[in-house]
């Protein structure tokens, strides 16, 4: 039998990280590569007790909606739930339930990308949204980035039309707030120069936050979508707040816009869980979030302060640089001047330590120096043993 | 803010359903529309028990892990259940666990679809089939079929290039029993007919099977798939055997496919969710589906078998026609000679039921007498009720 793939499917790939964890996935070893919360922030009690409730507390009828298929739109009092959360005035309408975050980029992707459309995204970027868009066959362009964000002069460049083609790019995918994979978080003087640049060149941003709850100190300076609604869609996510398992997340859009993505929704899964959507909107309730990610914040906080401290002491001597995050899951590492993170991989992995390389995260022009690490998911203990072991894999490295 | 919309986005289109459910959803309607299994056969307690085993019963490595990110592939255990309970020699590793079915096709199309491919659907075919394929913009193509099921003759002809082109069609998308919309199933001579016609003329079938399990009196034939695994995705579902709230279902490709179907699937939401995956899991243990579906299939005979008796008493002097399934969960009925279902259809509503027109269904040239009716969601004395309200608002719509 033949089967003749799409042209698109020629240019999907295995995603770099899944890969990395199948070789990672030894007995003892200490992975700071994937990005998976950490699983003793997830609230079982209150999952437990939803579930009860949903299923049994609320009476027969109630329990068989939540088995039923239901509207694409999602589950109604989810949806309120995430108008009135967000800073920022949104109407239930505007809000779509999806399954995971991941779901938005593809919707994204479908409505928004044609066969060779510019697509803009940050150098680096997070690879779940290039594997998202990639189907749709955009030509992804990497935006000049540094440690504040994104360079807003080379956004503009790189948004106009190019080499006679008649139009400019279709939107900016941005991740303001402790992104993935670098940590990094845009100051407040970058978003408000980044949202004014975009609208007066009309260019629509796709902004990405999965991670703004997971603050140490002080909150992150508000989304870029508060400061223009009509040209921006939002993805949210309860994968780091809650758990990634239910896989729920939801977008918000303006209301030109919003029918379109509804019927790419329903076209891919008619709906997301509605069992799942109920749990979530009664785990939800009463502020529950407010007590609960609290505890996530100090624990996240505490495990990148055992990380920096344990960088500081073992990485002394190695010209080995690193960011500190305000916030997140990771923090972003660049190896010494003609170091390589993908030939450091295999040498680390034999110590016992696993990281992610950073070049799957660049559109183009990868930095082979860079590699990603993940605070969540070890102890500090095991931070303290891994992030030795990976000196010691750099030392040896070094030494050829 | 100018959103330039991809070409898709505009192909895109709402559920025809979706907006008949609206102007349907009048307190004391009796509705025939929609295709909700009924939600007297989901097994609450069985969910309610496994909800609670998962996330007490196994410990709290277990409960985590059902809360946490998971392999795309799916959970093990129920992709190896999935596996063990086809009528083939199936791996579990042929096996990827999707959310919903709809899923399945969704991913079908961004794997073997490229602009303007021809892929052939049976005449009529199930809708949501047309709007997940839609988006990869083919030339979608109805092949005559009859009670039997598909006309293999045509099949050959439809899938040969056209106009000079050098490729034939892609795939062909079936559903073998009880077929949304119709009702109908193939007959074991057309499936074997089918299969060894697609095989000479080396064409790729999608079998489609979320109703196989909700027969009458006898289980239908083997599946398509059974017969050339190699030539062959099968598409099939948890939602109409337990609950469609869980969004589960599953494919099952080739090896050499399936690599591209499990890229496709991670960029389109990571994975279902693992939390739904383990509960379905425990749920299938030891046998549940032999105790559990008997009911269903009991229910739905009794109810199709009320639509018909009521048909046959309302229709009486009526120049209409239905047929009478073997199973599922719909039949098909044809308005007289003149008559259009959309046009009828207020006048329906009007005397408080609701029905889906036929034309929806079809790739092109729709059949304007058809509409398809659900035996169900409505209890027996909904279903007399509704056929005889039916059946005066054709008479009315017959004198003009």
Chains 1, 2 share one sequence.
Not at 380 to 388: D, F, K, N, P, V
């Amino acid at each position: 039998m033949t089967w003749t793939l799409a042209r698109r499917a020629h240019k999907m790939n295995p995603s770099v990280i899944r890969e990395i964890l199948k070789v990672t996935e030894k007995p003892g070893i200490i992975s700071f590569a994937g990005g998976l919360p950490s699983p003793q922030t997830f609230p079982i009690d209150a999952f437990a007790k939803a579930c009860d409730q949903v299923l049994r507390g609320g009476g027969a009828d109630s329990a068989r909606a939540s088995l039923q298929y239901a509207a694409s739109e999602g589950y109604r009092p989810l949806c309120e739930w995430v108008a009135a959360s967000l800073p920022w005035d949104v109407s239930p309408d505007q809000v779509l339930i999806t399954t995971g975050s991941q779901q938005g980029l593809d919707l994204v992707a479908k409505v928004l990308i044609d066969e060779g459309s510019r697509v803009l995204v940050e150098t680096p970027t997070y690879l779940g949204a290039l594997q998202a868009f990639t189907p749709m066959e955009p030509q992804i362009v990497g935006v000049s980035s540094d440690a504040e964000g994104v360079d807003v002069d080379d956004l503009e460049r790189q948004a106009a039309p190019t080499d006679g083609a008649i139009e400019g790019a279709r939107f900016f995918y941005v991740l303001p707030n402790f992104q993935n994979p670098t940590g990094r978080s845009m100051s407040e003087a970058r978003r408000a120069a980044l949202v004014e640049r975009a609208a007066a060149i009309g260019l629509p941003l796709v902004e990405d936050n999965p991670y703004g709850d997971l603050w140490f100190d002080h909150p992150p300076p508000p989304p870029l979508t508060a400061r223009n609604p009509e040209g921006c869609i939002y993805l949210g996510s309860f994968s780091k707040v809650l758990a990634p398992g239910l896989r729920l997340g939801f977008m918000v859009a303006p209301k030109a816009i919003m029918p379109k993505l509804l019927q790419a929704k329903q076209a891919a899964d008619l709906h997301s869980p509605s069992f799942n959507q109920r749990v979530v909107a009664e785990v939800l309730k009463d502020g529950f979030l407010d007590r609960h990610v609290p505890g996530i914040r100090a624990l996240y906080k505490a495990q990148c302060g055992a990380m920096l401290t344990a960088l500081q002491t073992e990485m002394a001597g190695l010209d080995v640089q690193w960011n500190s995050p305000d916030g997140g899951m990771f923090l972003w590492v660049r190896l010494p001047e003609g170091m390589n993170a993908a030939e450091l991989l295999p040498r680390a992995v034999a110590h016992n330590v696993a990281f992610v390389p950073g070049a799957a995260f660049f559109a183009a022009d990868p930095d082979p120096r860079a590699l990603r690490l993940s605070f969540v998911t070890a102890s500090e203990e095991q931070i303290r043993t891994g992030i030795a072991a990976l000196a010691q894999a750099i030392r040896e490295q070094g030494q050829g």
